[in-house]
Every structure is written in C-alpha cells, then in structure tokens.
C-alpha cells in the first residue's frame, strides 16, 4: 500500500515583499518599498514567513504600528501559515539617502512660480476662548478622512493645544536637516507641544519666536499636502504676523462665537487682513447653541446672529454654525476630533459639512510681493 503525501503550496517570495512594501509609513509619507525599510524576507516550506523590517530609528515611535502592519500584510499573501516580523535600524548612510529622497518629495509650502502648493487656511479668532483649535482639529480631521493629504501647523505658540486634541504628544523625528510632522488620525502634525513638557510655559518673543516659526513652516518634511491648516493665536501680534509673512499664500479663515464682544475682537482680525493684502474666506460661528444631550433642544447660550453679523461687516461668507455639545467636548478631553470620535452628534455634522464646503485654494497677487531671483553664469 502506498502512502501518498501532499505538500503545501509554495508560498510567493516576490507577492510577500510586494505586500509588505506597499505598507504606508504615515510619518514619511510614502510607502516602506519607497522608503527602503523592508530588508530580508524568508519562506521556509511549511509556509512560516520572516520578515525584517529596517527603520529609521532605534525605538521608532512608529515601531508597533508598522510591524502590525507588515505581519497583516504577509499574512495575508497565499499559502502563508506563519510570519514572524523583526526589526533593525538603518545605517547612517541609509538614513542620509532616504532623508534626501524625503526632502525631494516634499513640496515648499510657499509653491513658487509656477509651482504648486497647497491649500492654506490661517484659522485666526480675534479673542482666545471660541474654539479656534478644536475647529482647526476637527475640520483637518474631516479633510483627512475625505481623502485630502492635510497638515496642521500649531502657531499659537503660548496656547498651543493641538498636541491634546489630536491625543499625541511625543517628540518629532528629524531625518536629515528636516523634522518628520507626527501623524496622527491621518493628519501631519506640527507644534511646540512637541517639544516641551505640559506644564512648561513658552516665553520666546521677538526673533526667537520667529525663528521657531520660521523652521516649522520650512524645515519641517510636510511632503506634498492638498491641505495646510494653521492654528494662528488669538489676536494680531507677532506671532500672527509672521506666520502671514512666511506663508504668503495663506487665506484666513475666522472664528467667532454669537457674542458681540467675540465679533468686535473678531473684526479686528479681519481688518488686519485687509491691510496686509490677505483674504477672508470665511467665517464660522462656533458655540452657536447648546444642545441639550437628552432632549436634543438648542439653547442660544451666547445670543445669536455674531457670525452672520461679523461676515457681512468683512464681506466673507458664513460657512457654517457649530453647535456646542457634550460629545464635542469629551472628545477633546480624549485626544480624538469628534468627527471621528462621534461622527452623529450635532457638531461632528456641522464641522464635516464646514470642511466640506472649505474654498479651493488661491494665490495672491504677485504684485507688491518680493520675488525670488537666481543668477544665473556663463
């Protein structure tokens, strides 16, 4: 009598590393085969899979995400039984290779030219309080779950909160001469909370503020954005000032809340925008109501009719009323927008729609702005 045997089938060493190099690394902006980082891979017969993963620190704050990543990825490829992923670290060499390769695919924020650039939007409030951040916050993460590659530049150096709204607070990588905005929720971040404790105050003004602002617009590796929202602070002082002047293309877009005082401050904003050349996009009111979280009734807690009021004094559309509820709130305490968090309260449906209806991005006038010049020798 014979014994017949089977054997398995023979597990694909080329679909397995195509597999895993399709991987998206969030924090580079491109895949791991882009980037280099996926080493050795073996198959043994019964089907086991060992793959090595080579990143780009030693303790990449991005290490679990893309192992888990990579093993889903093999172990999902045909005849695959088993896979094990290990993890090693680039050389120095390598590290300068593929920090060049992700300063050639990050595109300046300020365009040029010719050359194109993202939609930039200075979310700006004349008076702190009326939920500048969290509507910054929510409409990145709603443009980002739509499809949009999006940036979040946190400019409100004394007040930044970004950090806790996105729920991150690690520090950025820096690959080469650029710093590596931390992803979160789909968004690039980029803010001083990264770099300092939670507790400690920032007291830089004058050129050392606008140095730090200065590298984040230009040293940091935001790669090819359609979208890039700053959290200005409140108010027209030099913070405001210099964002406006690095990012000559950003168009503002204002945060009021229904109170006359909010709109008063607001106007002022709006104003200096003017002066500046800059334009209003347009306006939001944010706590335009209380909605009550049993009965779903809208209490008017702040009066009414500020945003409509300020974006008519500023010729700018109103685009939209975002309610205050409980959902809005306890998402900010978690660190998860609530567009995402609770995408069916009543603010999560209004700040989606707000981005939804976000104007396209434009370019200001050439004229009256210095322009670059190279000489050119023969």
Same mark, same amino acid.
């Given at each position: 009598?014979?014994?017949?045997?089977?054997?398995?089938?023979?597990?694909?060493?080329?679909?397995?590393?195509?597999?895993?190099?399709?991987?998206?690394?969030?924090?580079?902006?491109?895949?791991?085969?882009?980037?280099?980082?996926?080493?050795?891979?073996?198959?043994?017969?019964?089907?086991?899979?060992?793959?090595?993963?080579?990143?780009?620190?030693?303790?990449?704050?991005?290490?679990?995400?893309?192992?888990?990543?990579?093993?889903?990825?093999?172990?999902?490829?045909?005849?695959?039984?088993?896979?094990? @992923?290990?993890?090693?670290?680039?050389?120095?060499?390598?590290?300068?290779?593929?920090?060049?390769?992700?300063?050639?695919?990050?595109?300046?924020?300020?365009?040029?030219?010719?050359?194109?650039?993202?939609?930039? *939007?200075?979310?700006?409030?004349?008076?702190?309080?009326?939920?500048?951040?969290?509507?910054?916050?929510?409409?990145?993460?709603?443009?980002?779950?739509?499809?949009?590659?999006?940036?979040?530049?946190?400019?409100?150096?004394?007040?930044?909160?970004?950090?806790? *709204?996105?729920?991150?607070?690690?520090?950025?990588?820096?690959?080469?001469?650029?710093?590596?905005?931390?992803?979160?929720?789909?968004?690039?971040?980029?803010?001083?909370?990264?770099?300092?404790?939670?507790?400690?105050?920032?007291?830089?003004?004058?050129?050392?503020?606008?140095?730090?602002?200065?590298?984040?617009?230009?040293?940091?590796?935001?790669?090819? *954005?359609?979208?890039?929202?700053?959290?200005?602070?409140?108010?027209? =002082?030099?913070?405001?000032?210099?964002?406006?002047?690095?990012?000559?293309?950003?168009?503002?877009?204002?945060?009021?809340?229904?109170?006359?005082?909010?709109?008063?401050?607001?106007?002022?904003?709006?104003?200096?925008?003017?002066?500046?050349?800059?334009?209003?996009? =347009?306006?939001?009111?944010?706590?335009?109501?209380?909605?009550?979280?049993?009965?779903?009734?809208?209490?008017?807690?702040?009066?009414?009719?500020?945003?409509?009021?300020?974006?008519?004094?500023?010729?700018?559309?109103?685009?939209?009323? @975002?309610?205050?509820?409980?959902?809005?709130?306890?998402?900010?305490?978690?660190?998860?927008?609530?567009?995402?968090?609770?995408?069916?309260?009543?603010?999560?449906?209004?700040?989606?729609?707000?981005?939804?209806?976000?104007?396209?991005?434009?370019?200001?006038?050439?004229?009256?702005?210095? *322009?670059?010049?190279?000489?050119?020798?023969?």
């Amino acid at each position: 009598m014979s014994r017949l045997t089977s054997r398995r089938p023979v597990v694909d060493l080329a679909a397995v590393r195509a597999a895993v190099g399709a991987v998206h690394d969030p924090e580079l902006g491109m895949t791991l085969a882009e980037a280099g980082l996926v080493g050795d891979i073996t198959v043994s017969r019964s089907g086991h899979v060992r793959v090595q993963l080579r990143l780009t620190t030693q303790g990449c704050p991005l290490e679990s995400e893309l192992t888990a990543a990579s093993h889903r990825a093999a172990v999902a490829v045909a005849s695959v039984t088993t896979v094990d @992923v290990a993890v090693a670290t680039l050389s120095a060499r390598e590290r300068a290779e593929l920090a060049d390769r992700v300063a050639a695919s990050s595109a300046p924020l300020t365009g040029g030219l010719g050359a194109p650039a993202p939609r930039i *939007l200075a979310v700006a409030s004349g008076k702190g309080g009326v939920g500048k951040s969290t509507v910054t916050a929510n409409l990145a993460a709603a443009l980002a779950a739509s499809g949009e590659r999006v940036g979040v530049l946190d400019a409100d150096v004394w007040g930044y909160s970004i950090p806790q *709204l996105f729920g991150m607070r690690r520090s950025p990588v820096v690959l080469g001469e650029k710093m590596l905005p931390v992803p979160a929720h789909g968004v690039a971040l980029m803010s001083i909370g990264f770099f300092v404790a939670d507790d400690q105050p920032v007291v830089w003004r004058g050129p050392m503020l606008h140095k730090a602002l200065s590298q984040f617009v230009t040293d940091t590796a935001w790669g090819a *954005l359609d979208s890039l929202l700053v959290d200005l602070p409140p108010g027209t =002082g030099d913070a405001t000032l210099s964002v406006l002047n690095l990012l000559p293309d950003a168009t503002l877009l204002v945060i009021t809340t229904p109170q006359a005082t909010a709109r008063t401050v607001a106007t002022r904003v709006a104003r200096m925008a003017a002066e500046s050349g800059r334009c209003v996009t =347009g306006v939001v009111e944010n706590m335009s109501a209380s909605v009550c979280g049993s009965c779903g009734e809208h209490t008017a807690l702040f009066g009414t009719g500020g945003g409509r009021q300020l974006a008519d004094d500023v010729g700018a559309p109103l685009l939209g009323r @975002v309610p205050l509820d409980v959902e809005l709130r306890e998402a900010g305490d978690r660190g998860v927008p609530v567009v995402l968090a609770t995408p069916q309260s009543a603010s999560a449906r209004e700040l989606t729609r707000i981005a939804s209806a976000l104007p396209a991005a434009s370019r200001r006038s050439l004229a009256g702005r210095a *322009l670059p010049l190279s000489v050119v020798t023969r």
